[in-house]
């Protein structure tokens, strides 16, 4: 059974990134705070997860970022971000849902 989520076809999320880290800590942060709250959305037991950031420029020259969600029963979800802002430190980013497999 594949659970549903109301509105989960586009998520908003924002990390607060600090200056004085360095940037692998930084996108660190930023894959555990957006897996988990992706993941809190849906009442799977997801058993990967993989955040990744990528090299180049885009979206308002931030690197893209992808999502991958696999659960034990097969289910795959991908979700790429298509929006970035940052403001003060805060980044703004918003992911839709690209595909999902079984």
């Known amino acids: 059974m594949k659970e549903i989520v109301e509105n989960d076809e586009e998520i908003h999320v924002r990390v607060k990134r600090y ?22 959305r849906y009442n799977c037991e997801w058993v990967n997860r993989w955040y990744r950031i990528l090299p180049g420029k885009s979206l308002a ?27 003060n430190n805060v980044q703004e980013m918003t992911f839709l849902k690209m595909e999902v497999g079984e």
């Open 61 to 87: 020259g931030e690197r893209p970022r992808s999502l991958f969600l696999s659960s034990q029963n097969g289910n795959q979800l991908v979700y790429k971000m298509t929006v970035c802002h940052t403001d």
């Open 19 to 40: 200056a004085w880290l360095p940037r692998f800590i930084n996108d660190w942060r930023e894959a555990e705070i957006v897996k988990s709250y992706i993941c809190s």
